[in-house]
């Protein structure tokens, strides 16, 4: 079992509050962890909503088969019935003790106007994303956090054994990236496909015609790593924008597709630029491409896109687990300069991460980094460049060039 990271925050919920819910997409882990954390370090009862018995029985009377578990317990696959949060809201409210619940889900249940308040003030919410390279490699605290450190350059150290074209291609999700045969990956990306649209798709959003999202992943794999111009998108699949809306909020909802907030000194700005954006596993994105590691390599404008995927959701990765609470967004002037990550912390300051594929950087690379600087003053920490080569390399005292292999 790798060593998940969100692991230390999931015990730290459980230690203080009565319902702890545990999200991300399907297969990235989260079976595994709840089972080690009732197993062992908090013992808990496990039923799973995947089991056709179970699931009957919970739909038939979710308040019945509420009243009728051992407390503590694990409820895993919580989204096939969103309505047991309203019971579980009901038993919590008699029994206000820490821990009572530990929930996971493959779709966020929480966007679901039913249940979007249920638990509010009962719950902690905490997302599971696929393994990152860190907890794969078995690194300690996130790398993130060490870029608004004054001596940030003294903790990234190059690793040359890390090849970069293999991790984009295997993706973080456990089963996949430990497959070495290009073939047996297809296998089971195509079968994710259909289980997810088979089974989580079609039980929250109520499609009968899922024709339409395969394609549609299809297509916005090809613009990961670009500003989501809905409209646009819209008219390339011939998928109405009204429709397109309520796709787009449920390929979100169920861990597939990722945007990534525009940034802007006026936070009212924020909620009306477009996003960002990105694929959440870059396996799964090479996939629906058709891209494999011999194609990474050779490059080219797509590739470069999938690079930028692959690092944007290794800072979110990292930014998950992170001590500090960390936001991330993009950010882009009025005169189209552009960075690709902002991480801002609760203080309020600024570090800017532009993302290369390319084993020499110049300054022309940091012609975006310098513009959020200029607009931040001295909120702006520093600007970094992630890129395909192996030293840390200094622009100036703000401004530097990081390999990709120590930023992992």
């Avoid at 954390?37 to 699931?55: F, K, S």
């Avoid at 195509?190 to 289980?195: C, F, K, L, M, V």
């Avoid at 549609?216 to 809306?245: D, F, M, W």
């Avoid at 990534?260 to 006026?266: D, G, I, Y």
Wanted: with cysteine; proline share 5%; net charge neutral.
């Amino acid at each position: 079992m790798y060593r998940r990271k969100v692991l230390k925050a999931t015990l730290e919920a459980l230690s203080d509050t009565p319902v702890v819910f545990l999200r991300g997409a399907r297969q990235a882990g989260k079976s595994t962890l709840v089972r080690f954390i009732a197993e062992g370090p908090h013992p808990a009862r496990y039923v799973t909503l995947d089991n056709a018995a179970v699931l009957s029985a919970v739909a038939a009377d979710p308040a019945g088969f509420i009243a009728g578990l051992e407390k503590p317990v694990v409820i895993d696959e919580v989204q096939r019935v969103p309505e047991l949060l309203l019971a579980i809201k009901e038993d919590v409210d008699n029994h206000r003790e820490p821990g009572r619940y530990l929930l996971t889900g493959s779709a966020d249940v929480l966007t679901l106007p039913d249940v979007a308040d249920a638990l509010a003030g009962r719950m902690e919410v905490l997302t599971l994303w696929p393994l990152s390279v860190r907890e794969m490699k078995g690194g300690d605290k996130s790398g993130i956090e060490a870029l608004f450190e004054d001596d940030f350059s003294n903790r990234f150290h190059p690793d040359t054994a890390f090849d970069p074209a293999a991790s984009i291609a295997a993706g973080g999700f456990p089963e996949p990236a430990q497959r070495q045969v290009q073939r047996r990956r297809r296998a089971w990306f195509e079968s994710y496909i259909a289980t997810m649209l088979d089974r989580d798709i079609r039980d929250i959003a109520h499609i009968q015609d899922l024709a339409a999202l395969p394609r549609l992943l299809k297509l916005l794999a090809a613009r990961t790593g670009t500003i989501h111009n809905q409209s646009e998108v819209s008219r390339s699949c011939g998928i109405p924008n009204s429709t397109l809306s309520r796709y787009m909020a449920i390929l979100q909802m169920t861990f597939l597709v990722h945007l990534l907030p525009a940034w802007s000194s006026n936070l009212g700005k924020r909620l009306v630029k477009a996003p960002k954006l990105h694929m959440v596993d870059t396996g799964l994105a090479c996939h629906l491409l058709d891209i494999d590691q011999g194609k990474i390599r050779e490059g080219g404008e797509l590739v470069g896109r999938v690079f930028e995927n692959f690092v944007a959701l290794e800072i979110l990765k990292q930014a998950s687990w992170a001590e500090q609470p960390l936001q991330l967004y993009h950010f882009r002037s009025h005169s189209g300069k552009e960075v690709d990550v902002v991480i801002e912390n609760g203080r309020q300051e600024v570090v800017g991460v532009e993302i290369k594929l390319s084993a020499t950087p110049s300054p022309r690379d940091f012609s975006g980094l310098k513009a959020l600087r200029d607009h931040l003053g001295k909120k702006f920490i520093r600007g970094v460049v992630i890129f395909a080569g192996q030293d840390v390399i200094p622009f100036s005292r703000d401004l530097h060039a990081v390999p990709v292999s120590s930023f992992r």
